[in-house]
């Protein structure tokens, strides 16, 4: 997958004209490739997605059907039924009712094809096709992580602004700790806290259930605490770096408030990393919402998941785990489009992904290892 | 150009004084007030319109925080923690932001230091410079208009191009002139320049200044110049104040203080300073530019060319660069050719020189005499031995010949080695010696470099950047080499500091009959220590020759105009004419 | 060539120095000297003196790492801390709220929950730090391969991990616990395979990093082999960066063994990891939430120390 390097704006800011090799931060991969033209940068970026994309699914096939030592087994007792029953002859039957009998390419091969066409096989507990299953849960996933990515961007931005902003000791680190906090506590616990609380204690809105906006509120919430939570995390030291750069000292030399240049030539700056860390994020909402819904009883792709999991129906958790990769790799897609509007200095740059580097972990060692300290003499 | 000459005209209504006046100024860092570390210990100036005033000091001398105190753009951390600022007439030591913004750019106009990192690098030109402009309250219609004019004041070639164009997609040297420009937008009637020069290449650096120079004397604006540089504050500046540890060590317009310094410290550093050494002010063993046809007043320590070095038929060469050439691939263009054609030798026992500006290639030239780089043509000869495309274990008993010294001490020492270790350790890859010869070495190396055998058990953060370049030098030589190829050894490294670096290096070639290949962008530098000086520009060789013929007569236009942007000239030229009306005094080390 | 041979302080890193203190006439080399032996500390031992300091004087991370210090301890030797059976079952004692005796309260079938939490704590120990071995050998192996290696290796082992990058962790986690199963290991071997390409990048990043600083060239010019330069300065140098990814990577797989724990695919009963404790609390959250709540709080506290230990640590590197 793509994403542009940034190890901090240092780095980025020092990575001027100069040619020939760059800082070691830079990958290998970072290549500019200027004469190469639009149409043709889109349709590689989109191929580079097809490709992660289908060596995802092929991952999910090598671990689903290959890792163990009976996928019949396996298959089999999700209908409740024991191996050890079946006759030779049965079982026979059986392998070749699901497949199994063939070559493990040839089973590739046709699972590929099928899911090619739209056909991601029949979910072996329910007996309905997975895409059907699929259709009937994701409207509501899609409304609650949608809701969720929106209040934790909003929530992240405050804080992190703020963070940046105010010069009084304790409120500032208040503030740059509280992200901490939200990444600690795990969001099912959250979940829970804020049923007792809104739901139990005052009663503003249902505990579980999907019927209605007010039962959107809790998970959304939910959902949006550790997303916002990291957000804010790579924001606030993404804008303190960029804070300490020269050209903050120009802007205000020019007169500009301390405000003003923070919103004027920082919060830019600032904002490119963490967008490629906004793929991460959305994949997590995915991975927030299996526990989200189970907590608050909604029926939606998470709750499916969990519900595979626990019968052991492979079809659907392959599903839903290209499902989440398809997630992560069309937001990324879209930053890689977009990345080059937002920062002039990135032309058409071959990415690699930032994902769960350390800029993504938000106390990223030495992200800025680049940043000029400037001393005063 | 000073205040008495050049007409002031301050704008319309304004008092005539001082723009700015600080008084017994004291600034200090540290979270409170308990555990602040002085930066600046009194220190009192004033700038007024149309006068150049020089800050020239070493690192920790307190000049750049006295001209962020002055701007109200101390960090954090940073406090004034007496005495008195004074900005317009109007007392600000005290003052909230909100009065102290209102005179940054109207009154007060910054340079900042570095090109490379001054500007928003996701604007436009344009748009950072129209943002000053519309905070003076030009009217939105005139504002376009109002960015060209800034631009072009500030000597920005095709303004209506450039406004349109990111900082990236500028040079250095044009990076510093929007600078000037974002400064210039407001009307302020002091600039306060940073060490504005210090990253450009010298003939960049030289157009730069003649630029402010032009700007103070046409407009009567006041120009506060920190620096480190003494020659370009002699040549630039009404007034130069010397300032070490955060105090004032002497003041006075530069024909004074920088002839007849009264304080040591100042005449320390002017012995120090390469390139102010004048006619008449003789550093023992150089040789006075007096002879016609003379371009430069530059003290070539080898101006006369000695046996070693007097033709080609002195001994073999230790290194010999025959017609090489390097490019370097660029996915979608021609390659980079960073290298064509140069030929280079290193006289045994001798310094060879390789100068230019950035871009020139000379960093590559180094590492292909290192065997680091490979070359697309040509031949490298080591010892009259054919080392073109020697692979590593060719080369590996090689290296014992050729040894480097890195450009940055701060990143030439692993932070985890002690000294002993750093320096013991090409002993240790060659298997040299067991362990108490290796400690033995290390000492007797330490010696050399003049350095106490307790630093043997330090790490480098507890070392100042000479006495790392100090360990990086015993390092290269702990295997006894031939040839030590320095990588702009001193470029790091304060005046003081680099002059005795230099020192060591003269020493340890008279005493061991090393060979360097000294490769620099200072030509002042380069006149301390080269026999041979190879002059180049983008890929190619300009001039090759003598230390003496190169630099007191240049063949080449190009080396010519090197010499004549380094920082000093004017000063030079200044006290050549007090010299010949009798005045010359000789400054004492 | 008289100098100034001595600059004790240690804080000189950049290039502080002025005529005063290393000029010729400067303070003399006896002075330096006498200086530099009245000093007790040098070299290594000062080093790691100044980094204990620091660490010192932040009252947060010593709370920090002493409570994660404790609830490591606790879980090995719950008995230490408390002498209630977590299996015991005492109808009559049955979900009382926290209070003398029981300082968490009791669970629905009258057992201690703090004693509980305790013991879940040894399966929690045990998962996350296998899950943890697994993902430094893997991760850190992929990681030096790549970067030191370069070329066509690092091109293949870096698009692998791209591709395990694009999985949320624990989606990845699900379907690896789906193929081999529930229990204590399945989820420790998953959870450590979620963890691996973050390691590998980040190894593989500082790696890079300092393979092509000076001094590794210097070594290298200096004769030294790439063994001997990637064992004494690449390695040693690249490692603080991914410890504090190791300390943060604990605290990140705390939370996925409790969430996987939490939907129902830990150790089977009556052996309760926290996330099952939290989970059985659930069906009691109305009439008695001590039973979800305390112990999540337990196991926050237990995420945001680790974090604070990594962040303090990567602070006092810088």
Do not use: C
């Amino acid at each position: 997958m793509t994403a542009v390097v940034v190890d901090g704006p240092a780095a980025g800011a020092v990575a001027g004209p100069a040619p020939g090799p760059t800082s070691g931060l830079v990958s290998g991969a970072a290549r500019v490739a200027r004469g190469a033209g639009l149409g043709r940068y889109v349709a590689g970026r989109v191929a580079q997605a097809l490709v992660v994309l289908w060596a995802a699914w092929t991952a999910t096939f090598a671990i689903l059907w290959l890792l163990p030592s009976d996928p019949l087994a396996l298959l089999l007792s999700a209908n409740n039924v024991e191996v050890d029953s079946l006759s030779p002859a049965e079982l026979a039957a059986a392998q070749a009712r699901y497949g199994l009998d063939q070559p493990v390419l040839v089973q590739y091969g046709r699972m590929l094809g099928d899911a090619l066409h739209g056909d991601l096989g029949v979910s072996i507990t329910k007996n309905v096709p997975v895409t059907q299953l699929l259709a009937e849960r994701l409207p509501g996933t899609l409304q609650l992580s949608g809701l969720a990515v929106l209040l934790a961007l909003a929530g992240g931005l405050t804080v992190a602004w703020l963070a940046a902003w105010v010069r009084w000791r304790p409120a500032k680190v208040l503030l740059s700790r509280l992200p901490s906090a939200g990444v600690a506590f795990p969001s099912f616990w959250v979940g829970l806290l804020l049923i007792q609380v809104f739901a139990f204690t005052l009663g503003w809105f249902p505990s579980t259930g999907d019927e209605g906006p007010a039962a959107l509120v809790l998970p959304a919430v939910t959902m949006a605490i550790p997303t916002s939570a990291v957000f804010a995390q790579v924001l606030t030291r993404s804008l303190e770096d960029t804070l300490a750069q020269p050209w903050i000292t120009t802007a205000r030399a020019t007169g500009l408030s301390r405000a003003g240049a923070q919103a004027r030539h920082a919060l830019r700056n600032a904002a490119l990393p963490t967008l490629t860390i906004l793929g991460l994020l959305v994949g997590g909402t995915v991975t927030g919402a299996i526990v989200t819904e189970t907590v608050f009883a909604r029926q939606g792709v998470g709750m499916l998941a969990q519900e595979a999991v626990l019968s052991q129906d492979v079809p659907v958790v392959q599903a839903v785990v290209v499902l989440a990769a398809a997630a992560f790799v069309l937001v990324n897609l879209l930053v890689d489009l977009l990345y080059p509007l937002l920062d002039p200095r990135i032309s058409h740059a071959v990415r690699t992904p930032a994902a769960r580097t350390p800029a993504a972990r938000t106390s990223s060692p030495r992200t800025s290892a680049a940043r000029t300290r400037r001393r005063p003499s | 150009m000073s205040a008495a000459v050049a007409p002031v005209t301050p704008a319309a209504g304004r008092p005539a004084g001082p723009v700015v006046r600080l008084e017994d100024l004291h600034v200090a860092y540290g979270r409170s007030r308990r555990d602040a570390r002085p930066a600046v210990r009194g220190i009192s100036l004033e700038v007024a319109p149309g006068e150049v005033v020089a800050l020239v000091g070493e690192s920790g001398s307190g000049k750049s925080s006295t001209a962020h105190a002055v701007l109200g753009l101390l960090p954090a951390s940073g406090h004034v923690t007496g005495g008195r600022i004074e900005v317009d007439g109007l007392d600000v030591t005290r003052a909230p932001d909100r009065v102290r913004r209102r005179q940054r750019g109207s009154v007060l106009g910054l340079v900042p230091q570095d090109p490379g990192l001054g500007l928003d690098p996701t604007l436009r030109v344009g748009v950072q410079v129209a943002e000053v402009v519309r905070r003076r309250g030009v009217p939105r219609a005139a504002v376009g208009a109002e960015v060209l004019v800034a631009l072009a004041d500030a000597g920005v070639d095709d303004p209506e191009l450039r406004a349109r164009q990111y900082p990236h997609e500028l040079s250095g040297g044009l990076r510093q002139r929007v600078l000037i420009a974002l400064a210039l937008a407001g009307h302020p009637r002091l600039l306060v320049a940073d060490e504005p020069t210090s990253a450009l290449d010298v003939t960049v650096q030289r157009r730069i200044l003649d630029h402010l120079e032009h700007l103070v004397a046409e407009r009567g604006i006041g120009l506060l110049v920190i620096t480190h540089d003494l020659a370009v504050a002699a040549d630039r500046a009404d007034r130069v104040l010397v300032l070490s540890q955060g105090r004032v060590v002497e003041q006075g317009p530069p024909a004074q203080l920088l002839v007849r310094p009264e304080q040591e410290y100042t005449r320390r550093l002017l012995a120090a300073a390469p390139g102010l050494v004048v006619p008449g002010l003789v550093v023992p063993g150089s040789v006075a530019p007096e002879t016609p046809g003379t371009r430069t007043r530059l003290v070539v320590r080898h101006a006369t060319p000695d046996d070693a070095t007097a033709g080609s038929t002195a001994a073999e060469p230790v290194l010999r660069l025959h017609d090489v050439t390097v490019d370097f691939p660029q996915p979608g263009r021609p390659a980079l050719r960073a290298l064509d054609g140069v030929g280079l030798a290193v006289p045994r026992g001798r310094t060879l020189a390789v100068v230019g500006e950035s871009g020139s290639g000379k960093t590559t030239a180094l590492r292909v005499a290192l065997g680091l780089q490979p070359v697309t043509g040509g031949r490298v000869e080591l010892d009259g031995r054919d080392v073109t495309d020697a692979s590593w274990a060719a080369w590996r008993p090689l290296r014992r010949r050729v040894q480097l010294v890195h450009q940055n001490p701060f990143a030439a020492l692993d932070p985890r080695f002690t000294v002993e270790e750093s320096v013991t350790e090409p002993l240790v890859s060659f298997r040299l010696g067991g362990r108490a010869e290796r400690r033995q070495r290390a000492r007797e190396l330490l010696d050399r470099v003049g350095l106490p055998a307790a630093h043997l058990s330090r790490l480098p953060a507890e070392l100042s950047g000479g006495q790392r370049q100090r360990v990086a030098i015993a390092r290269a030589l702990a295997v006894g080499p031939e040839l030590l190829l320095l990588d702009e050894p001193v470029s790091a490294l304060d005046v003081s500091v680099q002059a005795q670096v230099l020192a060591l290096l003269a020493d340890l070639q008279a005493d061991l009959g090393v060979s360097y290949l000294f490769v620099s962008h200072d030509l002042a530098v380069v006149a301390e220590v080269a026999h041979r000086v190879a002059v180049l520009r983008r890929g190619r060789l300009v001039e090759e020759g003598p230390a003496g013929q190169v630099l007191h007569a240049p063949a080449d236009p190009y080396t010519a105009e090197l010499l004549d942007a380094v920082p000093g000239g004017r000063h030079a030229a200044a006290v050549a004419a007090l010299a010949g009306a009798g005045a010359g005094v000789g400054v004492g080390a | 060539m008289t100098l100034a041979l001595t600059r004790p302080a240690p804080a000189v890193a950049s290039g502080d120095e002025g005529l005063l203190t290393d000029g010729p006439d400067g303070p003399d080399g006896d002075e330096g000297r006498r200086r530099g032996r009245r000093r007790p500390l040098e070299g290594r031992a000062a080093r790691r003196a100044t980094t204990a300091r620091l660490l010192l004087r932040r009252p947060g991370f010593l709370v920090a790492l002493a409570f994660v210090v404790l609830v490591v301890v606790s879980a090995l030797a719950p008995g230490l801390f408390t002498s209630a059976d977590p299996y015991a079952t005492a109808p009559i004692d049955k979900l009382l709220p926290p209070g003398p005796g029981h300082p968490f309260g009791t669970d629905e079938l009258g057992r201690d929950l703090f004693s509980r939490v305790l013991h879940g704590g040894l399966l929690t120990v045990q998962a996350v730090g296998l899950a943890l071995v697994l993902a430094l050998v893997v991760g850190l192996t992929l990681g030096v391969v790549a970067g030191f290696v370069g070329g066509w290796v690092d091109a293949v082992v870096m698009r692998a991990v791209d591709v395990l990058l694009a999985i949320p962790g624990l989606l990845l986690a699900l379907a690896i616990v789906t193929a081999i199963g529930y229990g204590t290991v399945p989820v420790a071997v998953a959870v450590g395979i979620g963890i691996v390409p973050g390691f590998a990048r980040t190894t593989r990043a500082e790696v890079l990093r300092v393979r092509t600083l000076p001094y590794v060239e210097a070594a290298r010019t200096g004769g030294a082999s790439w063994g001997r330069v990637l064992l004494r300065h690449v390695l040693p140098n690249s490692w603080g960066p991914v410890a504090v990814l190791a300390v943060l990577d604990l605290g990140a797989a705390v939370i996925a063994v409790a969430a996987l724990s939490f939907l129902g695919f830990g150790a089977a009963p009556p052996a309760a990891e926290w996330g099952t404790l939290i989970s059985t609390g659930r069906s009691y959250l109305v009439t008695s939430p001590w039973l979800s709540l305390l112990p999540g709080v337990f196991v926050g506290l237990l995420v945001l120390g680790l974090n604070h230990v990594a962040r303090t640590l990567e602070e006092v590197q810088r």
